[in-house]
């Protein structure tokens, strides 16, 4: 039997100088960043998948947070079996559950948004963590071209890459699988992968999730 060939990525590309820099709020901090790497190489090592840091732009268009649709390119999905994606705020415990052993390999798999959050009237989910095979990926990267983004920028100017992909996941043509919210909890330490989204991770420090990180990679010796 085939062994699964089983990715995580993450990218990390500063704003500077970038279209909309000024129209995303700045809530980076540079020490949940370097967590959220190590926990995740963790995670990785564990689960037995690849890990990639990208740091360089392709898609160049209006934010690096739409750089993530680089995995959807042949690069990526004709040599791995599965792409798990994490944001650079998100943090995987190393006692989660294999969750390439959880999802559909033929679907997008998504975390059902944690706050219970609607798009379209059906359950939306953050973009932060989700996995993608190549049978999704052909499906749904016929829409993602930067002519249909303009036009949709044109009516909506606050449109962005996670609204596109909660619409894409609903075209009738793509399989969608839903995950528990608990692969993508906000700042909660009390969940698969906390997703340190939002003020908390620059405005507070000592909040429960970064100290259990904090802890984590001072106790282990892997990194």
Not at 105 to 119: D, R, S
Not at 195 to 211: E, R
């Amino acid at each position: 039997m085939k062994l699964k060939k089983n990715s995580i990525v993450q990218i990390f590309i500063p704003a500077k100088g970038w279209e909309l820099e000024k129209s995303y709020v700045n809530w980076q901090s540079e020490e949940v960043i370097k967590l959220s790497v190590k926990l995740t190489q963790i995670y990785a090592k564990r689960v037995n998948a690849q890990h990639f840091f990208i740091s360089k732009a392709k898609i160049f268009f209006k934010h690096p947070s739409w750089e993530r649709f680089q995995l959807f390119e042949d690069e990526w999905i004709n040599n791995f079996d599965n792409i798990l994606y994490l944001d650079t705020d998100v943090f995987p415990w190393p006692d989660a559950p294999n969750i390439f052993d959880c999802i559909n390999n033929k679907a997008f798999n998504t975390a059902i948004h944690c706050a219970g959050k609607n798009f379209n009237g059906m359950p939306s989910f953050n973009s932060g963590v989700f996995v993608l095979n190549k049978s999704c990926a052909i499906n749904m990267r016929k829409y993602f071209k930067k002519n249909l983004w303009l036009e949709k920028f044109k009516k909506n100017p606050k449109w962005q890459d996670s609204v596109e992909l909660n619409e894409i996941a609903q075209k009738p043509e793509i399989i969608h699988h839903r995950l528990s919210p608990k692969w993508n909890i906000k700042n909660s330490p009390d969940a698969y992968f906390t997703h340190m989204w939002g003020a908390l991770k620059k405005n507070n420090p000592s909040a429960s999730a970064i100290i259990k990180a904090r802890n984590i990679i001072k106790n282990n010796q892997i990194i």
